[in-house]
Each structure stands twice: as C-alpha cells, then as structure tokens.
C-alpha cells in the first residue's frame, strides 16, 4: 500500500527560507545553520519596515527595522573582515560574490562591501520567494498549464499527437520535466542543458512575470522635457514609471489580466506581444537592468522542475492577490502538499512545514 506524506504548509514562509538560505550561499558560501536562520529573522524585520512612515517615534516596525539593519550590517561587517583576514594568510580564494568583491581592483572598504550584500540579499530574497509562490497559485488555478507543465514537451522531434482544446489544438508529446528526470539519477543536479530545454516552463515564468508584476514601477527623473500624448513632463521632474500599467494594458497583451501561458509560445501568436522587449520588463531595461534576472529565471525554473516531479499539491483555502503596497497573497498561500514514495528523501522540504504532518493511506 502507498503511504504518501502530506503536510499542510505556509507557502510563503517557506520559500522565504529557501530563497534566502541560497543567496547567503551564493553571497559569502554559508550552509544553512543557526547563525543563516538568525541572520534571515532580524532580514524579516528589516523588509517589514520599507513600507511604513519613516518616524521612530511612531512606528515601532520601523524602529524595529532600524536596529535589525543594524544587527545585520554589524555581522556581515565580522563576516566581511574574517574573510580579509583569511586572504591575507591563504591565497585561496572561495567563489563566491563576497570573494569577487574582496578581489576586486578598486580595494572597496568594509562599509562599501556590507551595503552591497545588504542590497544583494533584498534583491534575491523577498521578490524571488513571493514570484515561486504565485507561480503555483497560478498554476493551482490553470490545471491545463499545470497538466501541460508536466506532460507536454515543445520538441515535435518526438513520437506525439495533436489534442484539441476549447481555446484551440495543441502538440501532446513527451514529457518535458518528466523527460529531464529520466536523463539523470533522482539526486543529480540539473545540468545548463536541461535548463535551456524547459520550453514551456518559460512560458510559466514569463507569463507569471507578466501578471505578478513584483516590482510594479520604477522611479526615474526627466533629463529633458518629454511629451507623452498631450502632457509634457518638465525636466527635472521625477516620474514613477509602471511596469504595471504596460502588462496588464489589452492593448499590449489580450485579455491582460488572464493567467494565460501559451501567449508566449509563438510571438507571431496574435496574443502575443509584436515586440516582447518594448513592452515587457519585469526586470527593466537598459543600463539599469536587473544583474540577477538571470538568476531569478533558473531558480524559479528548477523550483518548477521540483515541485511537478516530486509532489502534488492542493491549496488549504482560498487565498489571493494584492497588489499594494507590494504584491502578495493575503494569507501567504497555504496548500497541502504531498510528496511521492519513490522521492521522499529526495528533498528536505518537509523540514520547514509551519504546522504539523499526518500520514495517509
């Protein structure tokens, strides 16, 4: 008799835990322990008060903010100057963000390097964590995207059949994450290749961009008068410029608010956007443009990988999205989650459950 595993789990706070164990490792090549787990706690006060008014005597989140940043910079500073320390006894240098910064030529100082492991960790840890988790909402919410995330593969090499849909036929052919799970031993990383071979995964990734939009603007200041359908903007006058507004805009993409993936299968598709890179840029554009969007594409795309291969899920109760002051879940997505026999020690997910876990016959 198959036992499956099922837990009932905040979505959100999980993926809080693992985006950032991986940027820590990515930032200074720290396991997870209890010095990470500390370190992303006092990280959860500091993010928590970016959207309240900036008034110490008012706001205790903000004032708790204020000394968890400081917590924060004072033990990345020891990190920091162990690592100096370190260098100048050993030549060996660790591959890490950290190590590249401390190697660099322009000899940057302690201060210098704590501010931009500070950024780095907001920048991969926040937004990369709430997209994974509206990626499987809308997935939860699209069951064919979900089927064919796990069943369809866009390689028409192979043996397959055309199924026709209510919205129009589509190629059924091999698996694509089912396909790449074959290839390699259960615990093998995945390869560049495989990445690169997950065609409809990034639809999923782009389309969840698109709806998402969790960097909803930018701020930017005119350089010159600028005229936009009858207004002008007079120089030197700052502009909040919405990402928001462009995805979400029917003229752009039809039926904008609809989670719909397939859009992005065929640019010359009618639904499809006529010139993707004017008009979709969850990451901006120009010189100002994300360093890490790559980064964030493979993670959500392996998160992917993981999740249909090795569990199946269900949401615990309805839930959804906001979009102000950032966007996110109301509830934090609770689902329950279930994990197959044959991979149950194959991930340690299991670890971070919020709540308890029962068994199920």
């Not at 493979?298 to 249909?308: I, K, N, P, T």
Request: include cysteine; proline fraction near 5%; hydrophobic fraction near 40%.
């Amino acid at each position: 008799m198959c036992i499956l595993m099922m837990m009932l789990m905040i979505w959100i706070f999980v993926l809080f835990q693992i985006t950032f164990e991986l940027t820590v490792k990515q930032l200074m090549s720290f396991d997870p322990d209890e010095w990470t787990e500390n370190l992303r706690k006092e990280y959860m006060l500091v993010i928590n008060g970016f959207f309240t008014l900036p008034f110490p005597l008012f706001s205790a989140t903000y004032r708790k903010a204020i000394k968890a940043r400081t917590k924060v910079a004072e033990a990345l500073t020891l990190v920091v100057r162990q690592r100096r320390k370190e260098s100048d006894i050993s030549q060996e240098k660790k591959n890490d963000i950290l190590g590249a910064l401390l190697a660099s030529g322009e000899q940057l100082l302690d201060e210098q390097i704590v501010d931009f492991m500070l950024a780095l960790l907001i920048a991969g840890y926040e937004t990369t964590s709430t997209i994974m988790t509206l990626a499987i909402k809308f997935l939860t919410e699209t069951p064919l995207a979900l089927a064919q995330l796990k069943h369809i593969a866009e390689s028409r090499s192979s043996s397959g059949t055309w199924i026709t849909y209510e919205d129009g036929p589509r190629w059924m052919g091999r698996e694509e994450h089912e396909q790449i799970r074959a290839r390699s031993e259960p615990e093998a990383p995945l390869e560049w290749t495989d990445y690169k071979s997950m065609a409809f995964t990034q639809c999923i990734v782009n389309e969840t961009l698109r709806v998402a939009n969790i960097i909803g603007a930018v701020f930017r200041r005119a350089t010159t008068d600028i005229d936009i359908k009858g207004y002008t903007i007079p120089k030197g006058w700052k502009v909040i410029a919405s990402f928001r507004a462009v995805h979400l805009n029917a003229e752009h993409f039809k039926e904008a608010r609809t989670f719909n993936p397939w859009r992005w299968q065929n640019n010359n598709n009618s639904e499809a956007v006529p010139s993707p890179v004017n008009v979709f840029t969850p990451f901006g554009g120009g010189p100002r443009l994300c360093p890490g969007y790559e980064l964030a594409r493979v993670v959500l795309s392996v998160f992917l990988h993981r999740m249909v291969t090795r569990f199946s899920w269900v949401p615990a109760e309805e839930d959804k999205v906001v979009f102000f002051p950032t966007t996110r879940t109301l509830k934090r997505y609770p689902i329950i989650l279930k994990r197959r026999e044959e991979t149950r020690s194959s991930i340690g997910i299991g670890n971070t459950a919020d709540t308890g876990r029962q068994k199920e016959n």
